[in-house]
């Protein structure tokens, strides 16, 4: 690999994708892995470090700068920067049209497409400013400099990219055009999927199905590669081989562990903290009390990939009685479905019910209760409640002095409070004794209870 050829710091660039990140080690038919200068693997070592602090990630260099990776994408909400990259304004796209698809008035034109333009003059912008621009089954792109200088991002099948002179947090927190900072890079954003606005953007329904981006695993690879005077169309003619990662995820509520491949018809293997005797893989397996997860392909026992769960310290619990909520929007159910965008509140449509609002939850049997987690309601701050009241009971009647009390902190972030000793019972009541802006409304998005 010669050192002219390759550059971490430019092709580990500012990309970022949306969701969990599994990598693994591809190859390319035509190219055997190159050693790496000392220099350069630091730098991916470097990169690698940084990236496994969250996820399992491995990266293949090859000769004249290429690296590849597959991924499998799983249900989350954060993002993955992957570095620095230089500032580049030629986005040239390939798109690939599908021609068995039912919709062919609207996307059937050609089997594949070819668009170029530079980055923020592509798209409308709209009177509050937002991500825009995404295109879809895209089979390829390039970021390229006036020089036609660059890199390319070649997708294993298809992908959904865009390209735009600031990032998604500068665009949302920017009321109008105007008020918008100064363009400090080129944020280029590949995903597996991506959901469509649907009609409800000036009418009624939201997106078909199929173009819906429902939470599940998603394979997901892509090849980047460098682009040398205008060359994408050359260097994007590449094939990913290598072994699809295998997933592995865990039901936080009943702490089910879920292992996910791309080929259903492998076998894979596990072990949990390191056992010696490995289990195949047919079910879910419950790990409650945390550890750690190695799986493996049977056929490829080299490739491993390894995940840490902690302990679940909350409990499932059941809503045993809510002294007010708001129908079919405030359910007191909402405050234990792991959904943080649902939420309980109080009513207000019929008649507004003052403090203090309580709701008392069933553990199901005796537990040494420690603490309890609040999730205020995460879309708005009404209702978001300052002081509580904690109480205990053995049969859900006799509830007796407050165990704990205080007051929440004025912010959304999850509020965690330990008691100042644990206590034996099976029924523990929140009750909220007033709100942050002095109303009388009481929400909150989750409520989990802290115990053994």
């Known amino acids: 690999m010669s050192s002219d050829a390759f550059n971490p710091k430019l092709l580990l660039s500012s990309l970022f994708l949306t969701g969990y990140l ?10 055997a892995p190159q050693t790496p200068t000392e220099q350069e693997a630091a730098l991916l070592l470097a990169a690698d470090a940084e990236a496994n602090k969250r996820f399992n990630e491995a990266w293949q260099a090859y000769r004249k700068g290429r690296i590849a990776t597959l991924e499998n994408l799983g249900a989350t909400l954060e993002a993955h920067p992957l570095g620095d990259y230089p500032k580049l304004w030629q986005l040239l796209l390939e798109f690939r049209r599908n021609k068995d698809d039912p919709d062919t008035n609207l996307r059937f034109i050609k089997f594949i497409e070819r668009h170029q333009g530079v980055v923020g003059e592509q798209d409308i912008m709209l009177p509050k400013p937002q991500s825009m621009g995404n295109r879809e089954e ?46 400090d890079g080129t944020y280029l954003h590949l995903d597996a999927k991506v959901t469509g606005l649907g009609g409800a953007s000036c009418g009624q329904g939201g997106p078909f ?10 394979s997901f690879g892509f090849a980047i590669r460098p682009v040398k ?12 081989t290598g072994e699809q990662p295998i997933t592995i995820t865990r039901d936080d509520a009943k702490g089910n562990v879920v292992l996910h491949a791309a080929d259903s018809k492998r076998v894979m293997m596990y072990t949990i903290n390191g056992a010696k005797k490995a289990q195949v893989y047919s079910q879910p397996f419950n790990l409650h009390q945390g550890g750690k997860v190695t799986a493996w392909y049977k056929d490829a026992p080299a490739f491993k990939m390894n ?15 809510c002294s007010s909520f708001e129908p079919k929007e405030g359910d007191a159910d909402n405050l234990i479905d792991n959904n943080a965008n649902t939420y309980w509140h109080t009513m ?17 049997n005796v537990k040494l209760m420690k603490g309890f987690t609040y999730m205020p309601r ?30 929440f902190k004025n912010s959304s972030a999850v509020q965690r409070i330990m008691f100042d000793k644990p206590v034996k019972a099976r029924y523990i009541r929140f009750r909220a004794v007033s709100e942050q802006n002095g109303q009388d409304f009481a929400s909150g998005a989750e409520f989990s209870l802290i115990a053994d």
């Open 22 to 31: 599994a990598c693994m080690t591809p190859g390319f038919a035509t190219e």
């Open 138 to 183: 895209v089979r390829w792109c390039a970021l390229t400099d006036a020089s036609g200088n660059g890199a390319a991002f070649v997708a294993d099948s298809v992908m959904s990219a865009s390209a735009l002179p600031w990032s998604q947090q500068q665009l949302s927190v920017a009321p109008h055009p105007y008020q918008l900072v100064k363009s």
């Open 209 to 218: 199905q199929r173009d819906q981006a429902r939470s599940g695993n998603y």
């Open 229 to 240: 005077a205008g060359n994408a169309a050359v260097v994007a003619k590449v094939s990913l």
């Open 307 to 321: 995940m840490e769960f902690k302990k679940i310290e909350s409990v499932p619990l059941k809503i045993a009685f």
């Open 348 to 364: 207000y449509s019929v008649t507004v019910a003052n403090y203090p609002h309580w709701i008392d939850f069933d553990a199901s």
């Open 378 to 407: 995460q879309d708005s701050s009404n209702g978001r409640v300052k002081e509580f009241e904690i109480y205990v009971s053995q049969d859900g009647k006799n509830w007796g002095n407050p165990v704990c009390k205080g007051a």
